[in-house]
């Protein structure tokens, strides 16, 4: 025991007298870490930010707490050298506005038309902890998708089972249930869902997706829709209704979205193609409302806000507030490099870009914290084709801090994993695993 | 001494046929294989049944790669479970070698059948586990043959195990298809051909397009391409073959060779979906060759830095990383560009020529066209783009000058030969049978026009 004792001294004499060795240099500039963490803002209790020299080199790091601004010192060396460099601290700054504990997303490789695993998941935002929901070994293989939590409320959630004996799983309070939308009232199968915020109803797109390949372009798919509508689903009476003026042949609606009252239905319209291929760049989606009174749609959609240039998708409220993606055109922008997060302020019409969250890559789907004060987007700016998570504090005055990757344990988990994070949505508590219910309705 | 006579004996077998019959097909697991020091990996693994056998499965499928190394480890794996039988059936009083080599080569011939070594790890996991739970156990005085029948007994049982091995078709088979996919994964057409014969592909259809592959490579492909069974034109790009995983390798493989990064990509995430792990060491090498191919450093890097968690792709990542050092990565393409770019068809032949349309020329394009066209029975088509695309002062390969034959065209570019053989073939349509037909003229392109349904691809 004294020989174990004294060597565990030895070792540590050794390993501290190596370091001592090397001598630093103080830089005056903030270290070059990846990700880039350097003044983003976090919320009390999130998971520590780990990160790595972007040159790979071997360092150091120690925290202090000054109120609520951590100051990071980064001490960084080759290996094997004597000397190194102590770069400036850099800030993170801590807010006391909380933020939901969950963030529920789908894993699948990035989309090409196959996959053969894939699953809704939850990760613990205090720490590293990620759980499936419900994975697709509990549906036959098929895909699940457009998973969707009204509210954000763990206990409710619905999400399309495609593929054999498929249909939108609905998760009410511990029940399981499988509709199949196509089979029921208009036939058509639903895609992109907004539970209304009385919780009786779910709107949908019910959309006829393609994907194509560029055959040399760096764009490397392309995914547009034939065509799409809207259709309304009542959930006491699982009926579904049309407004004809959202579902017909001239225009393609999609992107549902209620407005925080329930009294309006945002989403996204574009007039339809005869050959939305080669049409596809000039096909531009405008940002229309429409009014929802007594569970029926009423009136015809208004715009909100259009552009010849510019298409939007996913738009997302808060309060006064609206995030949309917007892209060059087309409704699928998570291939678009020049897609871009945007906020419109509902009150006066402005709409400007939130640089505050865009890079030169892909910005694509978001959501809000159930507070509204967080809000957390896909972004291709790590790889160019692996979606990975950023989180974002809002002032609630029409500013974002800067984003923040989704902490991982080691940050090299977020090169070597395989699969993108898709519609990651906010949830207010544990969503639960889910894959013996949900089996339990494929085995019948 | 006596004792060591039998293991080597399986351990030689074992090693001499699988180095004979099983060599690519045992470089062919580690392509589909996958070994990485990554959360993801191990999550994925332990979510299996039998997660150590599959864990050490892979780990040793990594060494596959090296054509000699998968032989030993499976001669080792096979003696290894020769002598855990040995040593519990002697704890239990038995001292049968001849069962234990019956139990250990037997379960080798199987696992020769199957994708992966992962039975053979599984019953020497096992039998380790037996043996050690059986250590405590006082030995008991063994039963025991004579020495000598049981050596005989056991070298018999050799011999039988070999002789089974090398006669089981689907090892054959196994070995064909993998030998194939080696020699297309790494652009060896020689060893193609040698592999996919007229013979063999008439037997396995799926080696026809590999072969026509191979032939179009070394420029052969318009005279020798019906000296395969082709009776339609998905035997030359496999479009009509769905999502199988071959035509997807397949097509990886052909959208390479014309330049087309993207699409060859396309086709290996398809087919990533088809493997066990949702990747593969061969996908994961080809995504990083192939990003690097079209000027996509970026992503290039992040499948080298995922190579560089498993064991044996130092050598491989620092040969992507040097070729990107002294490249220049692809500026993107501006956003005008993007929104006009055209798309990939259902059509091979036209996504040939929108490959060439954006500049990227290989030197199988032209001779792929005619002979497509040739496939679809379009002589027009061919006619006008032979005249329009070739050096009319060029000899011209065999099945275009049958084709202009059938088309009365250009017949002072045809051999005197094959014009008289054309006379003859004209003679007999009328007094041979179909079958006598094609036992004479069955690798001519007036056969293929005359003869193959294009609806129903059926033979005569």
Same mark, same amino acid.
């Given at each position: ?189 639903? +895609?992109? !869902? *907004? $539970?209304? =915020?009385? @919780?009786?109803?779910?709107? #949908?797109? %019910? ?46 609606? +999609?992107? !549902? *979205? $209620?407005? =925080?009252? @329930?009294?309006?239905?945002? #989403?996204? %319209? ?50 006064? $507030? ?123 | ?460």
């Amino acid at each position: 025991m004294r020989r174990l004792l004294l060597s565990a001294l030895s070792l540590a004499a050794l390993l501290g007298a190596s370091c001592a060795r090397v001598q630093f240099a103080d830089s005056p500039e903030p270290p070059p870490i990846r990700p880039d963490y350097a003044g983003v803002t976090v919320p009390e209790g999130m998971a520590p930010l780990r990160f790595d020299m972007a040159d790979g080199r071997r360092f150091s790091s120690t925290e202090v707490r000054i109120g609520d601004t951590l100051f990071v010192t980064v001490r960084a060396w080759e290996k094997g050298s004597r000397t190194g460099v102590r770069y400036a601290p850099f800030p993170i700054y801590i807010s006391h506005d909380p933020i939901d504990p969950y963030i529920a997303y789908r894993l699948i490789q990035p989309s090409y038309e196959s996959w053969r695993e894939m699953g809704l998941y939850a990760r613990e935002l205090s720490s590293w902890r990620e759980r499936p929901i419900v994975t697709n070994a509990a549906t036959g293989g098929g895909c699940v998708n457009c998973h969707h939590f009204p509210g954000g409320d763990p206990g409710r959630m619905l999400f399309h089972a495609r593929g054999p004996g498929g249909g939108t799983v609905f998760l009410e309070g511990g029940d399981a249930r499988i509709l199949n939308l196509a089979t029921v009232g208009p036939h058509k199968q639903g +895609t992109y !869902p *907004a $539970w209304h =915020p009385s @919780g009786r109803w779910v709107a #949908f797109s %019910s959309n006829s997706t393609q994907q194509s390949f560029p055959v040399a372009s760096t764009q490397p798919i392309e995914v547009y829709d034939h065509f799409s509508d809207l259709i309304l689903m009542d959930l006491q009476t699982d009926s579904i209704t049309l407004h004809s003026p959202v579902a017909n042949l001239e225009h393609m609606e +999609t992107f !549902p *979205a $209620w407005s =925080p009252d @329930g009294k309006q239905l945002y #989403f996204c %319209s574009a007039d339809s193609s005869a050959d939305v291929a080669k049409d596809r760049a000039r096909i531009h989606y405008a940002l229309k409302a429409l009014d929802f009174a007594d569970g029926r749609f009423t009136g015809e959609p208004r715009t909100v806000w259009e552009s010849d240039t510019l298409s939007v998708s996913f738009p997302r409220p808060w309060g006064k $507030w609206l995030l949309l993606t917007v892209s060059g055109y087309g409704t699928f922008p998570i291939w678009h490099r020049e897609a871009d997060l945007w906020l419109l302020d509902t009150e006066n019409g402005r709409m400007r870009p939130a640089d505050e969250l865009n890079s030169d890559d892909t910005e694509s789907y978001h959501s809000w914290s159930s507070n509204g004060r967080w809000v957390v987007f896909s972004s291709r700016r790590l790889d160019g084709r692996y979606t990975r998570l950023y989180i974002a504090h809002f002032d609630g005055e029409g500013h974002f801090s800067k984003p923040f990757l989704l902490p991982q344990k080691k940050m090299s988990h977020n090169d070597l994993r395989l699969r993108s994070y898709n519609i990651p949505e906010f949830v207010q508590g544990d969503p639960g695993k889910h894959d013996i219910q949900v089996s339990k309705l494929f085995a019948r | 001494m006596k004792k060591a006579v039998t293991p080597l004996l399986i351990a030689a077998a074992v090693f001499t046929v699988s180095l004979i019959a099983q060599r690519y097909t045992l470089i062919c697991q580690e392509y589909d294989g996958l070994f990485l020091a990554v959360p993801d990996y191990f999550r994925q693994l332990f979510r299996k049944p039998l997660p150590l056998s599959h864990l050490v499965t892979d780990f040793l499928t990594q060494f596959f790669r090296f054509s000699v190394y998968g032989p030993a480890i499976l001669a080792v794996l096979v003696t290894a479970v020769f002598l855990l039988l040995r040593r519990l059936l002697s704890a239990v009083g038995l001292q049968l070698e001849c069962i234990c080599a019956l139990g250990a080569l037997g379960l080798w011939v199987w696992t020769a059948s199957r994708p992966t070594v992962l039975p053979l790890v599984a019953a020497l996991l096992f039998l380790a586990a037996a043996v050690l739970l059986t250590l405590p156990l006082k030995a008991r005085k063994p039963v025991r043959m004579k020495d000598r029948h049981d050596l005989s007994l056991s070298s018999a049982i050799v011999l039988c195990a070999v002789g089974a091995l090398l006669s089981f078709p689907a090892v054959r088979r196994a070995e064909t298809w993998a030998k194939v996919k080696h020699a297309t994964a790494y652009a060896q057409w020689d060893l193609l051909l040698e592999s996919a014969t007229p013979e063999r592909a008439e037997k396995n259809r799926v080696l026809t397009p590999f072969a026509l592959l191979a032939l179009n490579e070394k420029g052969l492909l318009a005279d020798q391409m019906l000296t395969y069974p082709v009776t339609w034109q998905s035997d030359l790009d496999m479009a009509e073959q769905g999502d199988s995983y071959e035509s997807l390798f397949f097509r990886a493989a052909l959208y390479d060779r014309l330049g087309c990064g993207n699409e060859s990509i396309h086709n290996l995430f398809q087919l990533s979906n088809m493997q066990e792990h949702g990747t593969s060491f061969l996908i994961l090498r080809q995504l990083a060759l192939q990003h690097y191919r079209i000027g996509n450093y970026v992503l290039a890097e992040k499948y080298c830095r995922i190579l560089e968690r498993s064991s044996l792709h130092g050598q491989y990542v620092r040969y992507i990383r040097d070729c990107m050092a002294a490249g220049e990565p692809r500026p993107q393409d501006a956003p005008a560009r993007l929104a006009e770019a055209p798309l990939i068809t259902h059509d091979p032949l036209r996504n040939i020529l929108l490959i060439e349309n954006e500049g990227i020329h290989s030197p199988i394009s032209l001779e792929r066209v005619l002979c497509t066209l040739l496939l679809r029975r379009n002589l027009d088509g061919f006619w006008e783009s032979l005249d329009r695309l070739t050096d009319r002062s060029a000899r011209l390969p065999r099945h275009y000058q049958e084709a202009l034959l059938l088309a009365g065209a250009a017949q002072e570019r045809v051999d005197p030969q094959l014009a008289e053989q054309y006379s003859r073939f004209q003679a007999d349509f009328a007094s041979l049978s179909a079958k006598q037909l094609h036992k004479r003229y069955g690798t001519t392109y007036w056969f293929y026009y005359i003869f193959y349904d294009q609806q129903n691809h059926t033979n005569p």
